[in-house]
């Protein structure tokens, strides 16, 4: 359903087609909503809706319910429900709802239409997928479908019903769901079948809602998580034959969706405290190194896609030495999207690189040490900086976004930073800076004692579902909470700060060579004068060399010990403050490194 993205398949059904098949069942039909609601827009609509409105909803504005917001008239039977205030919730936060306003004159007439398209079928069961703003229009849907068929059984899985989510869901809509998947469908899914065909009780299937007469059931979640190499190799056949007969084909550039693992590594150790994404199963689980590399290699030639996405919360680190070797080795012109950890060594970026991963989504999240310790992030803003610094030399993209409002930050720690912002200008940018909200599953909201005490449903839940709110706040996976960290005043100039990172990066590069003759920077960075540096010292080019690394001063004084230089910390001191005069280090404490670049990207920018 709306709002999974457009140009790629939904996993989830690609991973429960595999497991019918797996299991000797008929493949189940697919229909992908989301493609479809966008078709009518474009077919009905007297208004022009594009793909970027689409996905200003799905992607840019995803934690603000807007998207739920846009079918909430069409669950609720009624097209008042939630405008006014809704309306009033955006202007609070500043929100931009694109053409949200314009697409729920339309919703209602979608989900008729869905529903009766669906019943052609004559099916006996629907199921419905929903992570983020998929829980209203599948709930719509649903109850829809139930008008039209009462006899039709219902399900509803995914990252919305994780935990007391999904019992809440049963408890205010078991009229339109029948039964509330909780907890890795590939598990449960199959077994559900089975108790409905009357082959297993429904008591046995581990974290089912369901209902026992008038009574309403919640079966204990299971906390054993499915092994990497029970998890299949998702069948896309559907979504491929249906991409290529819809309308909107010419206009939408397909994509492979895949998983070489799940959970986080480094979560099972130290729990990003804002994160919640991993839901309740953090532990990590890597599929094996062959297993990856022939799902990825099958997949490619199957389908005939080299854009990959891959949806690991991280890269299982041993794949640098066994799967992204081999992919290497390849002479396919892939793109791949792989989310890792920030502290990347400069020969693993080489490793990324020469495997066609393009862009990397490191969760740098701050260049502030201490703001980052808050995170319980495991690096220092020198390996944010080596990392943004190195992908910039190895023309990978980098995503990333500035995160603030932590509790225990201060002014210092952000205020050191921001004076620097103008000689990272050649680097990759922000999407901008975001105070963070208050996650479920997250240490946050799992420790109050961690600093927000207060937690409540964020404002847009009541404009969306109407209940009381208790439920609004089991049903809620964002909530709002007691301000913390930076005031204001402070997060306006770093958002300033910012704007002008994003619009000088284009424009500028700031690049080294060595050679026989020494070291060369050449500054051509937008705000700084066009300027080249020449360094022919060989204990400063030592120096330089070890900088790069990043070094405290004091760490740096004993490598150019042991390398026997024979320069003076006199002249160390003196040749750091015109480096740092210059832009050309990063300076946070006593900790330096480098800032010039290996070459200058030819990426499209």
Not at 125 to 131: A, D
Request: hydrophobic share 35%; net charge negative.
């Amino acid at each position: 359903m709306p709002w999974q993205a457009l140009d790629y398949p939904s996993l989830p059904l690609g991973l429960l087609r595999a497991v019918c098949k797996k299991s000797g069942r008929d493949y189940p039909d697919t229909y992908y909503g989301n493609l479809r609601w966008a078709e009518f827009l474009a077919v009905h609509a007297t208004e022009s809706f594009s793909l970027e409105d689409y996905s200003h909803i799905s992607d840019q504005w995803a934690f603000e319910g807007i998207g739920d917001w846009v079918f909430a008239g069409a669950l609720h039977g009624d097209d008042d429900f939630g405008r006014e205030g809704f309306d009033d919730y955006l202007r609070s936060i500043k929100g931009d709802p694109g053409k949200a306003h314009a697409m729920r004159e339309y919703a209602a007439r979608f989900i008729d239409l869905a529903a009766i398209e669906i019943l052609a079928t004559d099916p006996q069961i629907v199921g419905f997928t929903s992570t983020f703003s998929q829980n209203v229009p599948s709930l719509a849907l649903a109850a829809r479908i139930k008008h039209y068929r009462p006899d039709v059984i219902t399900l509803l899985g995914g990252g919305n019903c994780d935990g007391v989510m999904g019992q809440a869901m049963h408890r205010n809509y078991f009229n339109v769901i029948d039964y509330i998947v909780r907890g890795e469908g590939e598990q449960v899914f199959p077994q559900l079948l089975d108790a409905i065909e009357g082959h297993r009780e429904f008591d046995t299937i581990p974290g089912l809602c369901w209902a026992k007469g008038s009574d309403l059931m919640v079966n204990e979640q299971s906390r054993r998580p499915l092994p990497a190499n029970g998890i299949p190799t998702p069948d896309y056949d559907d979504w491929f034959q249906r991409v290529e007969h819809s309308p909107l084909r010419a206009h939408l550039t397909p994509k492979l969706l895949l998983e070489t693992s799940r959970g986080c590594w480094w979560g099972q150790v130290h729990h990003c405290t804002f994160c919640g994404l991993n839901g309740s199963l953090m532990e990590f689980r890597g599929k094996h190194p062959d297993r990856a590399f022939e799902e990825i290699t099958g997949l490619v030639e199957r389908h005939g896609v080299l854009d990959i996405l891959m949806v690991d919360n991280i890269i299982d680190h041993g794949y640098f030495t066994t799967v992204l070797p081999r992919l290497a080795e390849l002479d396919w012109d892939m793109r791949i999207h792989y989310e890792v950890k920030a502290n990347l060594r400069p020969e693993q970026i080489s490793i990324l690189r020469d495997a066609k991963v393009i862009q990397i989504q490191p969760g740098i999240e701050s260049l502030s040490t201490p703001v980052l310790k808050l995170m319980d992030k495991g690096v220092l803003a020198i390996h944010n900086l080596r990392t943004l610094r190195d992908s910039e030399s190895a023309d990978i993209s980098v995503t990333w976004h500035w995160l603030v409002g932590f509790p225990g930050e201060q002014d210092d720690h952000y205020l050191p930073i921001i004076r620097q912002i103008p000689a990272l200008v050649h680097l990759q940018p922000p999407g901008g800076s975001t105070r963070i909200f208050l996650e479920r599953f997250s240490p946050y909201f799992d420790r109050p004692s961690l600093g927000f005490e207060q937690r409540r449903a964020r404002g847009y839940y009541k404009h969306i579902y109407n209940l009381p709110e208790e439920e609004l706040d089991d049903i809620a996976y964002a909530f709002d909470t007691e301000p913390a960290g930076i005031d204001e005043g402070v997060s306006s100039m770093l958002r300033e700060a910012l704007e002008a990172w994003i619009t000088h990066y284009p424009e500028s590069s700031l690049t080294r060579l060595i050679d026989a003759a020494g070291l060369h920077i050449e500054d051509r960075r937008a705000g700084w004068p066009s300027k080249d540096h020449h360094i022919t010292d060989p204990n400063l080019i030592t120096a330089y060399r070890e900088l790069e690394r990043g070094r405290s001063l004091q760490g740096l004084r004993r490598h150019l010990q042991e390398a026997g230089t024979n320069i003076s910390f006199g002249q160390l001191d003196a040749w750091l403050q015109e480096l740092t005069d210059l832009g050309l280090v990063f300076v946070e404490n006593d900790t330096y490194i480098t800032l010039p670049t290996t070459s200058i990207p030819t990426k499209v920018r």
